[in-house]
Every structure is written in structure tokens, then in C-alpha cells.
């Protein structure tokens, strides 16, 4: 009968509103599972007014109830320690979506895993691999970005350094050209690898420059 009194701590009634709070910090994530078949389990049990069928129903389901609590009680205590890191690993991969190609091909086997994240129904046996792929991933993306942005700064160095001899040369002050260190700056800034890989053409900037110079 306690099982079935509303005000009762350990009623069905109480856990039931105890893990729809659970629920519904991560309804979006694939662990929620077992807290999920949890309510269910509950609310089937408490929508039977039957006192006889009520008990035939809780005693047919005990082993399974047992076992499926066991797991809601290792996904709260995941919610309440680690939900947080997990989140942040989340984010991790959805930002990095566009440069995970970029990873270099004998360590795409780490992408792979990690990306399992997103459908991992069990992450709380596996979050420790993930925070360690997450750390080898981000320096190998740093590895690629500071590659990157040290090839911008070689070319657009050296494409100053043309334009600033040219003008020289032209009688044409170098005030007229854009600030090197603003421009380098601004073109190494991206984090989004493809916009660095991009930003390495001068191309553009060359052809804005020099006209500055030629319409002096």
C-alpha cells in the first residue's frame, strides 16, 4: 500500500516525479533511456486501480524493475557528476564537425570514435576514453591550425614585403598600404580550418593593395 500513497517518500508516485526531473535535463540524450521505460513502468503500474491486478503487475515485472532501476541509478548520479563534461564533449564534436576532416588520416580512427558519443546509449563506461580522445584530438586540430596560420604568415609577409618595395619604389608612401599586423592578425585568427586554409591565397588582398599603390 505505501507503494501507492502519494505522500509516501518511496511511493511510485514520488519516483516517478524524481526521475521526470532527470528526464528532463536529458531528454535529448541517448543514455535517457532507462529513466524513460522507468516512468513508463511506473505510470502503467499506477494507472491500474485494480488492487489484485496492481500487485500481479508489480510482482510479473520485479526482476526486470530491479534491473532497470539499478541503471536509472547510474544514469542519476551520472546527471548529477559528469553531465557537464559529457555536454562539453558534445559541443566539442559539433564544433568541430568542419575540421574533424582535417585530422591527419592515422588518427581519423579517433574521430570515428568519438563521434560515437552522439548515439552512445551507455556513456557512463566510456567517458573516460571520450576525455581522453577529446585532449588528443584538440592538440592535433591545434597541430593543424598552428601549421595553417604559420603559412599565413609567410605569405602575407612576403606579399608586404613586395607591395612595400613597390611602393618605395613608385615614391608612394607605405601608409597607404593596410596594417601588416592587423591584416595577419585578422587572417589567423579563425578557428574553422577550412577559413584558415582559405585565408592562406593572397591573391585577392594583392590585387587591393597594389591598386592602392597604382591609384596614389
Not at 486501480?49 to 510482482?59: G, T
Not at 520485479?62 to 542519476?76: G, M, P, S, T
Not at 566510456?126 to 603559412?151: M, T, W
Not at 591565397?201 to 587591393?208: E, G, K, R, V
Amino acid at each position: 500500500r505505501l507503494c501507492r500513497e502519494p505522500e509516501n517518500e518511496r511511493s511510485l508516485a514520488k519516483c516517478r516525479e524524481g526521475y521526470r526531473k532527470v528526464e528532463a535535463q536529458i531528454s535529448s540524450y541517448a543514455f535517457a533511456a532507462p529513466v524513460r521505460e522507468a516512468i513508463d513502468l511506473f505510470e502503467s503500474w499506477l494507472n491500474e486501480r485494480d488492487q489484485l491486478k496492481f500487485f500481479q503487475a508489480v510482482i510479473s515485472k520485479q526482476q526486470e524493475a530491479h534491473e532497470l532501476i539499478d541503471k536509472c541509478k547510474e544514469v542519476v548520479q551520472f546527471t548529477h557528476d559528469q553531465l557537464d563534461t559529457y555536454k562539453q564533449i558534445l559541443n566539442f564534436v559539433k564544433e568541430n564537425a568542419y575540421n574533424f576532416p582535417f585530422v591527419p588520416t592515422e588518427q581519423q580512427d579517433k574521430v570515428a570514435a568519438i563521434l560515437k558519443i552522439e548515439t552512445d546509449t551507455w556513456p557512463i563506461s566510456s567517458l573516460r576514453g571520450y576525455i581522453r580522445l577529446q585532449k588528443e584530438l584538440a592538440y592535433a586540430l591545434d597541430g593543424v591550425r598552428e601549421s595553417l596560420r604559420q603559412k599565413i604568415r609567410n605569405s602575407y609577409n612576403d606579399v608586404f614585403s613586395y607591395l612595400e618595395n613597390v611602393a618605395k619604389e613608385q615614391n608612394v608612401p607605405i601608409s597607404v598600404l593596410s596594417n601588416r599586423e592587423n591584416v595577419i592578425d585578422k587572417k589567423t585568427t579563425p578557428s574553422n580550418i577550412m577559413v584558415l586554409q582559405n585565408n592562406i591565397s593572397t591573391d585577392a588582398f594583392y590585387q587591393a593593395e597594389i591598386a592602392k599603390i597604382l591609384d596614389y
